[in-house]
């Protein structure tokens, strides 16, 4: 692993300011408005409250659509010929890999501290294990979104493909019950969208599986093996998707 590659990568990203407002001050800001900026806010939820519901979903938000973007450029630069570049310098594949997953996981947190540092001053409330379980269970499922936007970085081949992949995480959190609490067929459909089991999983801490439907209503606990298995089932997916794209891509050449 290459300190200084991983420190010019991260200065690169950080310093793209479009990039920075949509993987940070946006999740933020949806936390602000639909959490704690509600009159319901302080209402219990499970082990905390509704601010600490709302805010775990938009902290895994941002951290899906962090690791979304350096999963698609990743794709985008290796397909552009940025690998043949590296191939002259001392860096080697697995170094490369190494690199970005650590500036993947470093951006994915990012999101996650900032909106958990929002947390307190807000009025969000939950059990000290609470705070520390979710988190993990963000940091270490982003990893599945960067698999996500290599994707899609592999099927358009541009820039683009990173706008794409952003534009359709936003349904998907709409899907996946993260955005507006979900009834009926919508629910029973957002049960089998990856968003839905990210953050199930990262909520399970809080609820104890317990969801609220569109009108307020308590739902049946949903055991834990429910969250686990959508998160694998959609790792699995990506990572087929992603590994028949890069066999696409060489049957070309």
């Given at each position: 692993?290459?300190p200084?590659?991983?420190?010019?990568?991260?200065?690169?990203?950080?310093?793209?300011?479009?990039?920075?407002?949509?993987?940070?001050?946006?999740?933020?800001?949806?936390?602000?408005?639909?959490?704690?900026?509600?009159?319901?806010?302080?209402?219990p939820?499970?082990?905390?409250?509704?601010?600490?519901?709302?805010?775990?979903?938009?902290?895994?938000?941002?951290?899906?659509?962090?690791t979304?973007?350096?999963?698609?450029?990743?794709?985008?630069?290796r397909?552009q010929?940025?690998g043949?570049?590296?191939?002259?310098?001392p860096?080697?594949?697995?170094?490369?890999?190494?690199?970005?997953t650590?500036v993947?996981?470093?951006?994915?947190?990012?999101?996650?501290?900032?909106v958990?540092?929002?947390?307190?001053?807000t009025?969000?409330?939950a059990?000290?294990?609470?705070?520390?379980?979710s988190?993990?269970?963000l940091a270490?499922?982003?990893?599945?979104w960067?698999?996500?936007?290599?994707?899609?970085?592999?099927?358009?081949?541009s820039?683009?493909?990173?706008?794409?992949?952003?534009?359709?995480?936003?349904v998907?959190?709409?899907?996946g019950?993260?955005?507006?609490?979900l009834?009926?067929?919508?629910?029973?459909?957002?049960?089998f969208t990856?968003?839905?089991?990210?953050v199930?999983?990262?909520?399970?801490?809080?609820?104890?599986?317990?969801?609220?439907?569109?009108?307020g209503r308590?739902?049946?606990?949903e055991?834990?093996?429910?969250?686990?298995?959508?998160v694998?089932?959609?790792?699995?997916?990506?990572?087929?998707?992603?590994?028949?794209?890069?066999?696409?891509?060489?049957?070309?050449?």
């Amino acid at each position: 692993m290459n300190p200084t590659f991983i420190g010019l990568e991260l200065r690169r990203v950080i310093r793209d300011v479009p990039a920075m407002f949509f993987i940070v001050v946006l999740p933020a800001f949806f936390y602000l408005v639909f959490g704690a900026g509600q009159d319901y806010s302080d209402q219990p939820a499970g082990n905390g409250n509704v601010a600490m519901y709302v805010l775990i979903a938009m902290a895994g938000y941002g951290a899906a659509t962090a690791t979304t973007g350096i999963g698609g450029f990743a794709a985008v630069e290796r397909l552009q010929g940025w690998g043949r570049q590296l191939g002259l310098t001392p860096v080697r594949d697995r170094q490369l890999v190494a690199a970005k997953t650590v500036v993947a996981l470093a951006l994915g947190v990012l999101p996650i501290c900032v909106v958990f540092a929002l947390g307190p001053a807000t009025g969000a409330e939950a059990d000290p294990g609470v705070w520390l379980l979710s988190g993990l269970a963000l940091a270490a499922g982003a990893v599945v979104w960067s698999l996500y936007g290599l994707c899609f970085g592999l099927a358009f081949r541009s820039e683009a493909a990173v706008s794409i992949g952003s534009g359709v995480l936003v349904v998907l959190a709409f899907l996946g019950n993260i955005f507006i609490p979900l009834s009926g067929t919508l629910l029973t459909i957002a049960k089998f969208t990856p968003l839905y089991g990210y953050v199930g999983l990262a909520r399970h801490p809080l609820t104890d599986g317990v969801n609220v439907d569109g009108s307020g209503r308590q739902l049946a606990a949903e055991p834990l093996w429910v969250p686990v298995a959508n998160v694998t089932a959609w790792t699995v997916v990506f990572a087929l998707v992603a590994t028949w794209l890069i066999r696409r891509g060489r049957s070309r050449q």
